[in-house]
Every structure is written in structure tokens, then in C-alpha cells.
């Protein structure tokens, strides 16, 4: 979609994080209940818990089912629900200012092989790990914001 496109874009995860794409799959992510809807603003509260991710091959949208997995997943199977889960989910918890969380998906080119968990989750670089895995350009991308929630009302000092 190009709305979708124009949201990722416009936040600068296109030129900052991945290039230019084209969608060719669905990708849903739901946090209980709650779809992430690109650019949202999500409180941490609401992310504490893994997400649900839906994929679904806008090619066969007709006819095949959703895959679910969480966090960094790979090996995903058609029809089914499974995968390998790479890195286990943590949940945002950003300390100030407004941050970017971003789902990717790609579609592994090379067909099943072993990808290992990156040393550190702190300044990953998307394109470099596609590129060292050879996973060809995104499928989908979808992406949310987060802030520090307000500790409420604080006791004035006299």
C-alpha cells in the first residue's frame, strides 16, 4: 500500500534503516488486542507483552492461512504457525525521548538456513544483517513509536 510506504517514508525508516521496497505480503502485528497501525504511538504498558504477528503472501491472500511467530523469527513454514524463534521478545522500555520500533520481514532467498541471534540488540543494522544473510529486499515493514510513560502526579517540595 502506498500509505504504508508514505508512513515509513516519512518517519525516515526508508533512507535510515531500509531502502526502498515493494510490499509484495500483508504483515499484522497485535499487541493483545490492539493492531499496530504504522506510525501509531504505543504506550510501553501496551507492549509489554510478545506481539502476535500475522503474515499473509498477497499473492495467495485467497487461499492461505496466517503465520505466527514472535520477535526475530526465521524458518517460517507455509500454513503453518511455527518458526524459529532467533531472539526472544523484550519489550520496549525507552528512557527518553520518541523511539522507532520496527517489524521487517523478508522472504529468505536462500530457503531454509541457520541464522544466528546478533551479538547485541543496541544499534542493529538492519541492512547489514539482510545483507550478510542474503535475504534480498523487505516484504513488509510495519512500525510504531514509544515514549517513557509519566510516573503520574509527584510530590511538590516545600
Not at 502476535?52 to 526465521?74: H, K, P
Amino acid at each position: 500500500m502506498p500509505g504504508q510506504r508514505d508512513a515509513l517514508v516519512l518517519a525516515g525508516v526508508i533512507g535510515d534503516v531500509l531502502d526502498p521496497f515493494n510490499r509484495t505480503a500483508s504483515l499484522r502485528v497485535i499487541y493483545d488486542a490492539r493492531a499496530v497501525i504504522n506510525a501509531c504511538e504505543l504506550r510501553p504498558s501496551q507492549v509489554a507483552n510478545p506481539p502476535r504477528i500475522e503474515i499473509l503472501d498477497d499473492n495467495t491472500a485467497a487461499n492461505a492461512g496466517a503465520f505466527t511467530f514472535y520477535t526475530l523469527a526465521t524458518q517460517l513454514k507455509e500454513n503453518t504457525c511455527t518458526g524459529d524463534e532467533v531472539v526472544a521478545y523484550e519489550s520496549p522500555q525507552p528512557w527518553m525521548g520518541i523511539h522507532r520500533y520496527l517489524f521487517v520481514l523478508f522472504r529468505q532467498q536462500m530457503g531454509w538456513q541457520r541464522i544466528d541471534a546478533p551479538a547485541w540488540r543496541q544499534n542493529f543494522m538492519t541492512r547489514e544483517f539482510a545483507h550478510f544473510y542474503n535475504l534480498g529486499t523487505p516484504i513488509a515493514a510495519l512500525y510504531f513509536t514509544s515514549q517513557r510513560e509519566s510516573t503520574g502526579s509527584r510530590a511538590r517540595r516545600r
